[in-house]
């Protein structure tokens, strides 16, 4: 819960952070805490924003939760604490969900409430990141605010690339983070205050001479004006406070009268309810209770053992804290290179390597120099804050990124024991299993020595994982070798691998193949072979990838075989240099700070003040959110007796119930109830259109994840121990059916099949010169909105009367759901919606499934009830976007001109129909994209599958049916040999064509968006320059692409296009709005402030939104389609509108009057100063049976260029460029539009080249949180980014001439996948492959180096399918 003292990990969910000082129960099974807890036990002291805290019962709910597992970010806090040896205050960003809270005794903790408010003053670090408009849900906002702050504490004036760095473990869902770091770059050293923003690109801030501002023709890019921020002042930032300035040895004589170090150093022990938490004095008492207690666990970042606690169902009762033990902490230099005690932490690592880099010859530090390169993409900053050298190797992760290295180096480690020490050099013996290591149980590791090289000797270190920054490695690997003197003769070599096994291994069989052996194109043929031959990897093997594996292991070596010829030529021991054509296999990667442009229409000259429509206002909650002051759901205090509910979940695809056993779960302490289907007192059916789910499982699952009951019990960590141990038999049935193409083989379709047929296929394909087929499969996405599902349900004690507060993005759904299951009418039920963190379609129907069980549970013990998923818990139940298959054929001209297709769409849908059908349809209708095709039939199949019910996803099945046109379209160019960007051109629509639906193109941009795109992207010279580059370049390609896209916006639903308002004016003049749409970070509640501003014409200070409620605006449709500002928008409008009129004749009276005397005259007149406002858009409605009528209002246009380069060894690539025109109308808010630009392009880039679910057969999900389902981070945006709106494009078909813009550039990113593509093809003309390929979608690192057919992809071929069965399945 986004609380801070229920963030701090609570050791093994023991409720350890609220026991402080609380005289916990000592668990009985548990022996050695009985025995322990005999013994003294400390209160645990800590500082939280400036105040001394004791018992810790602070209720912050700035910093947020949104993973608890130190993937995302939004916890991080900066922990203080004073370092004695070196008489230094050392502040860190830290992760608050992985930080143990007993590891914070005597710290101090600023947490965002700490540093600034809008009650008090805001801090610089808050305002800048509001006023750069970087905050749009706002719920990863508190964590990038303390990022940046504690990186400004410890360094006021950073680089561009220091910000990077600090926010490498920060992730946001919403605004593709070039705000966020173009507002920060104002604080940077070289970019100056304003971000060259003035006079030639210098400092205004400096010249005083400002930018000329555009008039309404010209395009402007200042989107806010950094001379508006304030001054950063490191003097005024809270002390750290004094009384914990630490000693760790003792010297009273040192310390000050207060200081809390006065009282004697000695061993602590904090005692839960479960467990303890020892942290002893010396290393002579942790040797001592270690071997008392050898099954104690050692602690020192927790980073792998609290992942191991909250979600691996491991638990520890006896903790040893070893952090601030001397030996373990020192850091010596020997002759052969320095010890590390095992608790030094990365970032310290990183520190002192980096010293002795710049100090010491190069080749003395090439593993220093290996290691630094490693740590650079090790996790994120908050995790290498704390995380420990030892840790790492302790864990004996078979893809840790340290111990290959380690072992190809012969690291020395020194083990102890209470007995002695002994030594071992770090070799295949010491990881004797998957996750075991050759130390004795009474043993702990002392430390590491890391060796110097000498000359001759060369070292690398490689990491290959799906996403650059902050992720786990696919392959990783540490090679080194050594070579006779003077000669290029192998004396030894060490290859060590992770990700090929279930320990980190050496390549022996090789090494000993190689040694005596010249280095040369001779010995890397042979080697890949022995590599081959010893890296081999079941076809079962976990993880699966299992082609690219064994392919990466040779690959990587070949790196490694370049760079050492490269410098054995350097030095004249090697006759031949690499060939110029081979460098860039290794170059480093790039690492350049991005760089961005905005584009948008000025006001018109002479726009009052006051009207603030088509100004790039900030979002109204913006500062709130940067302070944690705005209240999400999680954040509304709790109530009297107030219960959690955690979900029991099924563990089968497809199984009878046969019985549920909780006396398990009833024992555990604080437990209430069991909530299970037959505790609903109305109706168990439930669903947003059909009702084909139930709101809890009662005879049959129908997928991992089914929701099968709840438990309630006082706390959540209680509830979800009891949800744990509830237990469930099953009676297995079949089939169980997974993919698509279990779908298929099975014929297990939801009805109706809907096509759409226009011309005569026949025709077209006969006139056709050549035909094609192909097939591309579309992975689905999970919308990893960084708030999970909440709901607090409460009851209101009579006539079953209930108000929800919920996270949804429909409240009239959660409504009537939840009075259905409840069998009250709905009037009796209110739901709430404030804000939410993010919602991208996945709150508008899956969050029922929450709210309705939290309000059954809260009707069944009759108090308020909570839940916030977990993280895991969220992903597993709550379905994402539809994957899809597409199969297409398709006839066309010689020069590319499309004549016929005829495509089939498959839908994976999951156990319930949910919105499928819509989202297939839309697909269907978005199936030409922007292509005229004149003889096209389309149908579209939906899959029944054993899988959450999949559902809405911004986009809602557009991206998917374009992505399945511009595959053939791309597929024909290439056919034709014809530059893609040609054959597109050829087949663009033009204005007054039809769409295979009927509806004429009117109002037709994309002719200009093509141009003004080509234009500033310069489109053909980058052409020029990326064949020069491929033909410079033999391993790494570039690529260049350019995409339209066509969105038809009104939901397909015609019902659904209405919307109400209501709107208040108070005696005041204040005035109160609400509409029918949610805010989840998109700036609706901005956007209808300032349509309301404008229309009553009065200052935007004057509306205040509250909330959305269903008992203000009823009935409303879910905030989804993008059409929400074009329906509020409206209602909006025309309540005002009634207003204004009423008002009308007191401001004939009184026309120099004010708005408040209008409005008191009005009052006293007993005048109606509330009015509500309705819309409905006209002219809609579409008939699949006939193909005729209107589908949609309007349609929103966009193109985008996107240049990338890929690594034709590893699979990796970086975007280099991308330009985007968007026709928006004429924007109501270019700030906010170009947030959603952007936000949805990279979420786009994330679904088309990044983000994988990975399912077993029988629908297990693997990828359950940040730590394997990886979203585009700060280093995925490319180097360049420009965005630009179109000008002079108004649109009479919404709210002041403006369109909508959340949907429709999501799929511009497919740019960035068809420029991959592009890439691809010049790397597989290299190996002499020409014409169409089949790429699925995502382009992740795989299936770009299995496309890029090459030497080494030939020495691995994939496993034969069907003789094996997969790790995971493609869905
Ligand atoms: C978000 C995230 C990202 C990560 N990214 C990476 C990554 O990119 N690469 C990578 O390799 N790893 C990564 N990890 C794994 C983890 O951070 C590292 O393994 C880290 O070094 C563990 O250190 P720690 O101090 O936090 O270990 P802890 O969790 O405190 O302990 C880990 C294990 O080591 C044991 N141990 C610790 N010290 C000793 C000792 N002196 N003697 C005996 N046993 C000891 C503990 O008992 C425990 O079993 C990541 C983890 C997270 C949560
Ligand atoms: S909540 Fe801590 S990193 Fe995500
Ligand atoms: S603003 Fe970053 S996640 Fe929403």
Redesign the pocket.
């Given at each position: 819960m986004p609380r801070l003292n229920c963030i701090f990990q609570c050791i093994a969910t023991s409720c350890f952070s609220f026991s402080i000082g609380y005289h916990g129960v000592v668990s009985s099974k548990i022996p050695i805490m009985e025995e322990i807890s005999k013994k003294h036990r400390d209160d645990l002291i800590l500082f939280v924003n400036g105040k001394k805290v004791i018992l810790l019962s602070v209720c912050l709910t700035g910093t947020k939760l949104g993973c608890a597992?130190?993937?995302c970010g939004a916890c991080t806090v900066m922990v203080s604490r004073f370092h004695s040896n070196r008489n230094a205050i050392v502040h860190q960003a830290v992760n608050a969900c992985?930080a143990p809270i007993c590891s914070l005794h005597h710290c101090a903790v600023t947490t965002v409430e700490g540093i600034g408010s809008v009650a008090s003053k805001v801090h610089p670090v808050q305002e800048r990141i509001a006023k750069a408009h970087g905050s749009q849900c706002g719920f990863c906002t508190p964590g990038i605010v303390m990022s940046m702050y504690a990186l400004l504490r410890n360094n006021p004036q950073p680089m561009m690339r220091d910000i990077e760095e600090a926010f490498q473990g920060n992730l946001c869902r919403c605004t593709g983070y070039r705000p966020i770091l173009e507002g920060y770059k104002t604080f940077t050293k070289k970019e100056g205050c304003c971000g060259s923003r003035g006079k030639a690109g210098a400092c205004y801030m400096i010249t005083g001479q400002k930018e000329e501002k555009g008039d309404s023709t010209n395009s402007v890019q200042q989107l806010f004006d950094p001379s508006e921020f304030m001054p950063l002042d490191p003097t005024q930032e809270i002390i750290f406070p004094p009384e914990l300035m630490v000693h760790s040895h003792m010297n009273p004589d040192q310390f000050s009268p207060v200081s809390l170090s006065k009282q004697p150093l000695r061993e602590l022990r904090f005692i839960g309810e479960r467990m303890q938490w020892i942290q002893p004095s010396s290393l002579k008492e942790l040797l001592q209770l270690k071997a008392e207690y050898p099954a104690a666990?050692?602690?020192?970042?927790?980073?792998?053992?609290?992942?191991e606690m909250k979600y691996k169902n491991q638990f520890y009762p006896l903790i040893l804290a070893?952090a601030f033990i001397d030996e373990?902490n020192s850091i010596q230099y020997t002759e052969n290179g320095i010890v590390f005690g095992?608790?030094v932490t990365?970032t310290l690592l990183g520190n002192v390597l980096h010293g002795e880099v710049n100090k010491l010859p190069s080749y003395k530090t090439e593993v220093f120099q290996a290691i630094l390169r490693q740590l650079h993409w090790?996790?994120g900053q908050q995790?290498r804050n704390?995380?420990?050298i030892?840790?790492?190797i302790?864990?004996a992760?078979p893809i840790?990124?340290?111990n290959p290295v380690f072992m190809a180096a012969g690291c020395k480690l020194t083990l102890m024991s209470k007995d002695g020490k002994r030594v071992l050099q770090m070799d295949d013996k010491f990881f004797t299993g998957y996750r075991k290591t050759a130390?004795k149980p009474e043993e702990?590791?002392l430390s590491i020595e890391i060796p110097y090289t000498r000359k001759g000797q060369y070292f690398s270190a490689f990491k290959q994982s799906p996403r650059k920054e902050?992720?786990?490695a696919i392959v990783t690997c540490g090679m080194n070798v050594v070579f006779w003197e003077g000669s290029n003769i192998v004396q030894d070599i060490q290859l060590s691998y992770g990700g090929m096994a279930s320990t980190t291994v050496l390549a022996t069989t090789t090494r000993s193949q190689l040694i005596g052996r010249q280095w040369d194109e001779e010995m890397l043929q042979d080697a890949c072979s022995y590599l081959t031959e010893e890296m081999t990897l079941s076809p079962s093997a976990p993880g699966g990838m299992v082609a690219y594996r064994r392919t990466l292991t040779i690959s990587l070596f070949f790196k490694f075989f370049l760079t050492v010829q490269h410098k054995l030529a350097q030095e004249h021991l090697s006759t031949e240099d690499i060939r110029p054509d081979y460098a860039s296999a290794v170059a480093p990667s790039h690492l350049d700070s991005a760089t961005s442009i905005q584009l948008f229409q000025a006001v018109p000259p002479g726009q009052n003040m006051d009207d603030v429509i088509g100004r790039p206002i900030m979002h109204l909650s913006a500062v709130k959110q940067a302070t944690g002051e705005a209240v999400y759901c999680d954040d509304i205090p709790c109530y009297k007796n107030e219960l959690y509910l955690a979900l029991v979940t099924s563990t089968k695809p497809h199984a009878y119930i046969k019985s549920i056993d909780t006396t398990d779960a009833m024992a555990v302490p604080g437990v209430v109830t069991f909530v299970c289907a037959k505790d609903i007192p109305g109706s168990n059916k439930t669903g947003p259109v059909v009702y084909d789910e139930t709101v809890l499982a009662d005879e049959k699952v129908t997928c991992v994840g089914h929701i099968v009951g709840a438990i309630v019990a006082d706390t959540p960590a209680h509830a979800q121990r009891a949800a744990k141990a509830v237990r469930i038999s099953y009676q297995e049935l079949q089939a169980v059916i997974i993919t698509i193409q279990d779908a298929i083989a099975n014929e297990s379709f939801y009805q109706p099949t809907r096509t759409i047929e226009r011309g005569d296929l026949t025709q077209g394909f006969q006139e056709s010169d050549n035909i094609l087929q192909g097939e591309i499969h579309i992975g689905g996405q999970e919308h990893f909105y960084l708030e999970t599902n909440c709901t607090l349900a409460v009851p209101r004690g009579e006539d079953g009367e209930m108000e929800l507060f919920v996270s949804t993005q429909s409240t009239a759904k959660t409504q009537a759901l939840v009075a259905k299951a409840l069998g009250v009418p709905a009037s009796h039920i209110v739901c709430r919606v404030k804000r939410m963190g993010g919602g991208f379609g996945g709150k508008e129907t899956r969050s029922t499934i929450l709210s309705t069980i939290v309000a059954v549970a809260a009707h069944k013990v009759k108090r308020a009830v909570r839940c916030m998923l977990d993280r895991d818990e969220d992903m597993l139940v709550s379905g994402g976007r539809h994957p899809f298959f597409g199969r297409y054929k398709v006839g066309f001209k010689k020069n590319g001109k499309v004549m016929a297709l005829d495509v089939t769409y498959y839908s994976n849908a999951g156990n319930s129909m949910d919105l499928s059908l819509s989202i297939m349809e839309r697909a269907l209708l978005h199936m030409d994209n922007c292509y005229n095709i004149p003889h096209v039939r389309g149908t579209g199949y939906i899959c029944r599958t054993n899988l959450p019910s999949n559902t809405a996803f911004r986009g809602f099945g557009g991206p998917q049916g374009m992505m399945v046109a511009e595959s053939w379209i791309n597929d024909v160019a290439l056919s034709c040999g014809l530059p893609a960007e040609q054959v597109r051109e050829l087949n663009l629509y033009k204005q007054g064509e039809y769409t295979p639906f009927n509806q004429c193109l009117e109002q037709f941009t994309i002719d200009r968006c093509w141009r003004e795109c080509m234009n500033i992207s310069d489109f053909h010279q980058r052409k020029a320059n990326v064949e020069l580059y491929n033909k410079q370049h033999r391993w790494t390609k570039r690529g260049l692409s350019i995409i339209p896209t066509k969105f038809g916006i009104s939901f397909t639903a015609v019902f659904l296009n209405q919307a109400g308002a209501l709107v208040h004016i108070y005696t005041d003049g204040s005035v109160l709005l609400t509409h029918g749409g949610t805010e989840m970070g998109q700036g609706l509640h901005t956007k209808m402030v300032q349509v309301a501003s404008r229309t009553l014409e009065i200052p935007s200070t004057k509306i205040f939104i509250s909330e959305t409620s269903t008992n203000t605006v009823p009935n409303t449709s879910p905030t989804a389609a993008s059409a929400s500002s074009d329906l509020n928008g409206m209602a909006v409008y025309n309540a005002c509108k009634t207003l204004l009129q009423r008002l009308e004749p007191y401001k004939a009276k009184n026309p120099k009057g004010f708005w408040e005397d209008w409005v008191t005259a009005a009052y006293f007149d007993r005048v109606n100063l509330s009015a509500n406002g309705f819309y409905k858009t006209p002219d809609l409605g579409y008939d699949f049976e006939t193909n005729s009528g209107h589908p949609f209002n309007y349609f929103s246009y966009g193109v985008a260029v996107s240049e990338v380069e890929i690594d034709c060894l590893t699979g990796s690539h970086k975007n280099l460029h991308t330009s985007i025109v968007m026709d928006v109308g004429k924007s109501l808010n270019p700030a906010l539009d170009i947030g959603q630009v952007e936000g949805a392009f990279m979420q786009g880039v994330g679904l088309f080249t990044l983000e994988e679910l990975r399912y077993s057969s029988q629908g297990y999900l693997y990828t359950r949180g940040p730590?394997m389902y990886k979203i585009p981070a700060f280093g995925d945006i490319p180097t360049e980014l420009k965005v630009s709106l179109l000008r002079d494009a108004p649109n009479e078909k919404a709210i002041f001439s403006s369109k909508a813009v959340g949907e429709p550039p999501l799929f511009l990113a497919a740019s960035v996948f068809y420029a991959i593509k592009d890439a691809i093809t010049a790397a597989r003309a290299e190996s002499g492959l020409i014409g169409p390929f089949r790429l699925d979608s995502p382009a992740t690192p795989e299936r770009i180096r299995n496309a890029c057919e090459d030497k080494f992809t030939k020495l691995c071929p994939p496993p034969e399918p069907g003789t094996y069965t997969p790790w995971d399945v493609r869905v």
């Amino acid at each position: 819960m986004p609380r801070l003292n229920c963030i701090f990990q609570c050791i093994a969910t023991s409720c350890f952070s609220f026991s402080i000082g609380y005289h916990g129960v000592v668990s009985s099974k548990i022996p050695i805490m009985e025995e322990i807890s005999k013994k003294h036990r400390d209160d645990l002291i800590l500082f939280v924003n400036g105040k001394k805290v004791i018992l810790l019962s602070v209720c912050l709910t700035g910093t947020k939760l949104g993973c608890a597992e130190g993937g995302c970010g939004a916890c991080t806090v900066m922990v203080s604490r004073f370092h004695s040896n070196r008489n230094a205050i050392v502040h860190q960003a830290v992760n608050a969900c992985l930080a143990p809270i007993c590891s914070l005794h005597h710290c101090a903790v600023t947490t965002v409430e700490g540093i600034g408010s809008v009650a008090s003053k805001v801090h610089p670090v808050q305002e800048r990141i509001a006023k750069a408009h970087g905050s749009q849900c706002g719920f990863c906002t508190p964590g990038i605010v303390m990022s940046m702050y504690a990186l400004l504490r410890n360094n006021p004036q950073p680089m561009m690339r220091d910000i990077e760095e600090a926010f490498q473990g920060n992730l946001c869902r919403c605004t593709g983070y070039r705000p966020i770091l173009e507002g920060y770059k104002t604080f940077t050293k070289k970019e100056g205050c304003c971000g060259s923003r003035g006079k030639a690109g210098a400092c205004y801030m400096i010249t005083g001479q400002k930018e000329e501002k555009g008039d309404s023709t010209n395009s402007v890019q200042q989107l806010f004006d950094p001379s508006e921020f304030m001054p950063l002042d490191p003097t005024q930032e809270i002390i750290f406070p004094p009384e914990l300035m630490v000693h760790s040895h003792m010297n009273p004589d040192q310390f000050s009268p207060v200081s809390l170090s006065k009282q004697p150093l000695r061993e602590l022990r904090f005692i839960g309810e479960r467990m303890q938490w020892i942290q002893p004095s010396s290393l002579k008492e942790l040797l001592q209770l270690k071997a008392e207690y050898p099954a104690a666990k050692l602690v020192v970042g927790n980073t792998e053992v609290g992942i191991e606690m909250k979600y691996k169902n491991q638990f520890y009762p006896l903790i040893l804290a070893p952090a601030f033990i001397d030996e373990l902490n020192s850091i010596q230099y020997t002759e052969n290179g320095i010890v590390f005690g095992a608790s030094v932490t990365l970032t310290l690592l990183g520190n002192v390597l980096h010293g002795e880099v710049n100090k010491l010859p190069s080749y003395k530090t090439e593993v220093f120099q290996a290691i630094l390169r490693q740590l650079h993409w090790f996790a994120g900053q908050q995790i290498r804050n704390v995380a420990a050298i030892g840790g790492n190797i302790m864990t004996a992760s078979p893809i840790s990124d340290l111990n290959p290295v380690f072992m190809a180096a012969g690291c020395k480690l020194t083990l102890m024991s209470k007995d002695g020490k002994r030594v071992l050099q770090m070799d295949d013996k010491f990881f004797t299993g998957y996750r075991k290591t050759a130390l004795k149980p009474e043993e702990i590791l002392l430390s590491i020595e890391i060796p110097y090289t000498r000359k001759g000797q060369y070292f690398s270190a490689f990491k290959q994982s799906p996403r650059k920054e902050d992720d786990i490695a696919i392959v990783t690997c540490g090679m080194n070798v050594v070579f006779w003197e003077g000669s290029n003769i192998v004396q030894d070599i060490q290859l060590s691998y992770g990700g090929m096994a279930s320990t980190t291994v050496l390549a022996t069989t090789t090494r000993s193949q190689l040694i005596g052996r010249q280095w040369d194109e001779e010995m890397l043929q042979d080697a890949c072979s022995y590599l081959t031959e010893e890296m081999t990897l079941s076809p079962s093997a976990p993880g699966g990838m299992v082609a690219y594996r064994r392919t990466l292991t040779i690959s990587l070596f070949f790196k490694f075989f370049l760079t050492v010829q490269h410098k054995l030529a350097q030095e004249h021991l090697s006759t031949e240099d690499i060939r110029p054509d081979y460098a860039s296999a290794v170059a480093p990667s790039h690492l350049d700070s991005a760089t961005s442009i905005q584009l948008f229409q000025a006001v018109p000259p002479g726009q009052n003040m006051d009207d603030v429509i088509g100004r790039p206002i900030m979002h109204l909650s913006a500062v709130k959110q940067a302070t944690g002051e705005a209240v999400y759901c999680d954040d509304i205090p709790c109530y009297k007796n107030e219960l959690y509910l955690a979900l029991v979940t099924s563990t089968k695809p497809h199984a009878y119930i046969k019985s549920i056993d909780t006396t398990d779960a009833m024992a555990v302490p604080g437990v209430v109830t069991f909530v299970c289907a037959k505790d609903i007192p109305g109706s168990n059916k439930t669903g947003p259109v059909v009702y084909d789910e139930t709101v809890l499982a009662d005879e049959k699952v129908t997928c991992v994840g089914h929701i099968v009951g709840a438990i309630v019990a006082d706390t959540p960590a209680h509830a979800q121990r009891a949800a744990k141990a509830v237990r469930i038999s099953y009676q297995e049935l079949q089939a169980v059916i997974i993919t698509i193409q279990d779908a298929i083989a099975n014929e297990s379709f939801y009805q109706p099949t809907r096509t759409i047929e226009r011309g005569d296929l026949t025709q077209g394909f006969q006139e056709s010169d050549n035909i094609l087929q192909g097939e591309i499969h579309i992975g689905g996405q999970e919308h990893f909105y960084l708030e999970t599902n909440c709901t607090l349900a409460v009851p209101r004690g009579e006539d079953g009367e209930m108000e929800l507060f919920v996270s949804t993005q429909s409240t009239a759904k959660t409504q009537a759901l939840v009075a259905k299951a409840l069998g009250v009418p709905a009037s009796h039920i209110v739901c709430r919606v404030k804000r939410m963190g993010g919602g991208f379609g996945g709150k508008e129907t899956r969050s029922t499934i929450l709210s309705t069980i939290v309000a059954v549970a809260a009707h069944k013990v009759k108090r308020a009830v909570r839940c916030m998923l977990d993280r895991d818990e969220d992903m597993l139940v709550s379905g994402g976007r539809h994957p899809f298959f597409g199969r297409y054929k398709v006839g066309f001209k010689k020069n590319g001109k499309v004549m016929a297709l005829d495509v089939t769409y498959y839908s994976n849908a999951g156990n319930s129909m949910d919105l499928s059908l819509s989202i297939m349809e839309r697909a269907l209708l978005h199936m030409d994209n922007c292509y005229n095709i004149p003889h096209v039939r389309g149908t579209g199949y939906i899959c029944r599958t054993n899988l959450p019910s999949n559902t809405a996803f911004r986009g809602f099945g557009g991206p998917q049916g374009m992505m399945v046109a511009e595959s053939w379209i791309n597929d024909v160019a290439l056919s034709c040999g014809l530059p893609a960007e040609q054959v597109r051109e050829l087949n663009l629509y033009k204005q007054g064509e039809y769409t295979p639906f009927n509806q004429c193109l009117e109002q037709f941009t994309i002719d200009r968006c093509w141009r003004e795109c080509m234009n500033i992207s310069d489109f053909h010279q980058r052409k020029a320059n990326v064949e020069l580059y491929n033909k410079q370049h033999r391993w790494t390609k570039r690529g260049l692409s350019i995409i339209p896209t066509k969105f038809g916006i009104s939901f397909t639903a015609v019902f659904l296009n209405q919307a109400g308002a209501l709107v208040h004016i108070y005696t005041d003049g204040s005035v109160l709005l609400t509409h029918g749409g949610t805010e989840m970070g998109q700036g609706l509640h901005t956007k209808m402030v300032q349509v309301a501003s404008r229309t009553l014409e009065i200052p935007s200070t004057k509306i205040f939104i509250s909330e959305t409620s269903t008992n203000t605006v009823p009935n409303t449709s879910p905030t989804a389609a993008s059409a929400s500002s074009d329906l509020n928008g409206m209602a909006v409008y025309n309540a005002c509108k009634t207003l204004l009129q009423r008002l009308e004749p007191y401001k004939a009276k009184n026309p120099k009057g004010f708005w408040e005397d209008w409005v008191t005259a009005a009052y006293f007149d007993r005048v109606n100063l509330s009015a509500n406002g309705f819309y409905k858009t006209p002219d809609l409605g579409y008939d699949f049976e006939t193909n005729s009528g209107h589908p949609f209002n309007y349609f929103s246009y966009g193109v985008a260029v996107s240049e990338v380069e890929i690594d034709c060894l590893t699979g990796s690539h970086k975007n280099l460029h991308t330009s985007i025109v968007m026709d928006v109308g004429k924007s109501l808010n270019p700030a906010l539009d170009i947030g959603q630009v952007e936000g949805a392009f990279m979420q786009g880039v994330g679904l088309f080249t990044l983000e994988e679910l990975r399912y077993s057969s029988q629908g297990y999900l693997y990828t359950r949180g940040p730590g394997m389902y990886k979203i585009p981070a700060f280093g995925d945006i490319p180097t360049e980014l420009k965005v630009s709106l179109l000008r002079d494009a108004p649109n009479e078909k919404a709210i002041f001439s403006s369109k909508a813009v959340g949907e429709p550039p999501l799929f511009l990113a497919a740019s960035v996948f068809y420029a991959i593509k592009d890439a691809i093809t010049a790397a597989r003309a290299e190996s002499g492959l020409i014409g169409p390929f089949r790429l699925d979608s995502p382009a992740t690192p795989e299936r770009i180096r299995n496309a890029c057919e090459d030497k080494f992809t030939k020495l691995c071929p994939p496993p034969e399918p069907g003789t094996y069965t997969p790790w995971d399945v493609r869905v």
